[in-house]
């Protein structure tokens, strides 16, 4: 099993940067991917961006390119989100999830293993 613990949410401004951190623990070697979705009120989970663990090649949502960052940090198996210039509508619970698999769609919810509680992001105009 893996455990992931998601930090850094927060309220900030529009225009404003926020860090999160997914902090991975456990089987952790069993870990080929990991990921942040995010969640707002009364719409479905949608993927933001993804990391291959050990080569770390990156992946994102198209409509946030330019604007968020994914990284992580092997050694100290934590994963973070650099999300800047923050719109009202990025406000969502991020969830930090994982994955062991080596064949996956990056977007799609079921190929993901191992799930965060998520942090809260709020963004006000």
């Known amino acids: 099993q893996v455990q992931l613990v998601e930090s850094g949410g927060g309220l900030v401004q529009a225009g404003g940067s926020l860090r999160l951190s997914c902090a991975a623990s456990?089987?952790?070697?069993?870990?080929?991917?990991m990921g942040w979705f995010r969640q707002a009120p009364g719409k479905e989970r949608e993927f933001v961006a993804g990391?291959?663990?050990?080569?770390?090649?990156?992946y994102y949502a198209d409509s946030l390119k330019g604007r968020f960052t994914i990284s992580r940090d092997y050694a100290k198996n934590t994963m973070y989100l650099q999300m800047n210039s923050l719109k009202p509508e990025d406000t969502a619970v991020y969830y930090c999830?994982?994955?062991?698999?080596?064949?996956?769609?990056?977007?799609?919810?079921?190929?993901?293993?191992?799930w965060g509680q998520g942090t809260q992001v709020t963004v006000s105009s």
């Open positions: 990391i291959r663990w050990s080569g770390g090649s990156t």
């Open positions: 999830t994982a994955t062991r698999k080596y064949t996956f769609t990056w977007y799609s919810i079921s190929d993901y293993d191992y």
């Open positions: 456990g089987r952790t070697f069993s870990i080929s991917t």
